[in-house]
């Protein structure tokens, strides 16, 4: 049954992203699809990069744990600093995982990529809209 309800929701979040792509509002905008793949796949990569990044820092010492009071470190899996590279990314986190030492550095940088690629993003369409304007004028 739960296979069934994950793979309806899936197919809804599948049928939302098909039907906001041939909406006839946004063929008309300037949103550029082949900007929007190349941020997906850029911050895939940084996702990914980050998440191989504080693993290998695990190797050497603990780079994560749950809270300050506790200090109980988070198991070192590549999926947990894979996760905690992808909340990192794309919010501030969650606070159930806490970068300590040199981590808590990279996480500042990973957190900064994540809020100023999606902004050079919006503001490169933005600079395509307005020469399509010029063009057309």
């Known amino acids: 049954m739960i296979n069934i309800l994950v793979g309806a929701t899936i197919l809804f979040i599948a ?3 098909v039907y906001f792509f041939r909406n ?3 063929r008309q905008s300037y949103f550029s699809s082949s900007l929007f793949l190349k941020l997906f796949f850029v911050l895939t990569g940084v996702l990914v990069g980050f998440g ?3 693993y290998l820092l695990s190797i050497k010492e603990v780079v994560l744990i749950q809270s300050l009071s506790s200090r109980t470190p988070i198991e070192p ?3 947990n600093f894979l996760y905690f590279s992808g909340e990192t990314l794309m919010s501030v986190g969650y606070g159930d995982m806490i970068p300590i030492g040199i981590t808590r550095f990279f996480a500042l940088i990973e ?3 994540g809020i100023l690629m999606p902004t050079a993003y919006f503001i490169k369409a933005l600079e395509r809209s307005n020469s399509r304007k010029e063009e057309e004028s």
């Open 77 to 79: 899996s590549f999926l």
């Open 24 to 26: 006839k509002t946004y």
């Open 111 to 113: 957190s900064m990529i």
């Open 15 to 17: 049928f939302n992203l």
């Open 52 to 54: 191989l990044l504080y």
